[in-house]
């Protein structure tokens, strides 16, 4: 451990991974565990996006690939933004990466010194702060809670500013609280933000299809906020193509030149067959999809009405992703099976052990009263897990 840098020692565990991999470990050892903690669709991903995989290995793609991406997925990535955000980029502002998560890591190493503030709405999602953390940033969380549906307003951005304040990150759908800003709620947030012109936004729209009514809206479809928001999105959640691990930006073309030439020293370019089969993806009407997006609407308005039935869950009506967010600050200070609850992580622990149940703690989120559930489950298994949930605390 000594000999550890500071930088790792520093960095937080992903909530989400390490509460898998309990579930995963108490699997292994018998215990008949339902998992509701990793946002990972539970549909295969669809036929036409593995046909063109095949053909990609049967035509012998199997050579590096350019560090931003094949020409032809970056012009597909733009005619994408065109047709589903009325976002104009060309090509040479698109950068395809190992998955979002590395395209918003190569943001924030492009653009972050020591020092600078990153300002993230909560709740966020949990790889934000440890992403800031690794660039030596300071990250500011701006509350919001249940009443609120999750959302902030423009006075608590122009309160959280400073002369250090250098990005913000907005997460649209949002992961964990599934909640959807309007545009006129966005637009006024730009507001705030036209009065600081050294201030960049992350629009993180990986969420963006899995909506269940409220219109998605593009921050960088503010004018004055065009050429200073990096638009984040890829093909993991829309499209049940998590482990392919594609995600790409549109940028300002000097900040695509700079996460290029990051990209170049650490992973090279993303993966040939999948590059090939998210050209498929996202040419393909975004209707091929929708059978999915429907289910999970299903599912969403099923456990709602579930956790509904038991008392001292507190929860808002999510407009997208697939996450609920309840606030369960009701059961701090009780002893519950002989487990006294002092906080979201106790709670999170509990339906583990007690109900067999994995969730996530919203401590993970920057909201220390509620936790995540989420619903990219069977039917079956959601309504098997709240019913143990019910009983335990009951």
Partial sequence: MDFLSDRINSLPISATLAMAAKARELKKQGRDIISLSLGEPDFNTPEFIKEAAIKAIHDNYNSYTPVNGYLELREAICLKFKRDNELDYSESQIVVSTGAKQSIANI???????????????????????????????????????ESDFKITPEQ??????????????????????????????????????NHPNIFVLSDEIYEHINYGTKHFSFAKIPSMYDRTITVNGVAKAFAMTGWRIGYIGAPEWIAKACTKMQGQITSGANCIAQRATIAALEAPVSNISYMVKEFHKRRDMVLKLLKEIEGFRLNKPEGAFYVFPNISAFFGKTIDGIKIEN??????????????????????????????????????????ILRIKKVLN
């Fill in 108 to 146: 924030a190493q492009v653009l972050l010194n020591p020092g600078d503030e990153v300002l993230l709405p909560a709740p966020y999602w949990v790889s934000y702060s440890a992403i800031a953390t690794l660039c030596e940033a300071k990250f500011i969380e701006i509350p919001s809670t249940i």
């Fill in 157 to 194: 951005l122009e309160a959280a500013i400073t002369p250090k304040t250098k990005m913000i990150f907005f997460n649209s759908p949002n992961n964990p609280s599934g909640t959807i800003y309007t545009e006129k709620e966005y637009r006024a947030l730009a507001k705030v933000l036209e």
């Fill in 344 to 385: 979201a992580s106790d709670f999170s622990m509990l339906l583990l052990e007690k109900a067999h149940v994995a969730t996530v703690t919203g401590d993970a989120f920057g909201a220390p009263n509620c936790i995540r559930i989420s619903y990219a489950a069977s039917e079956e298994n959601l309504r098997e897990a």
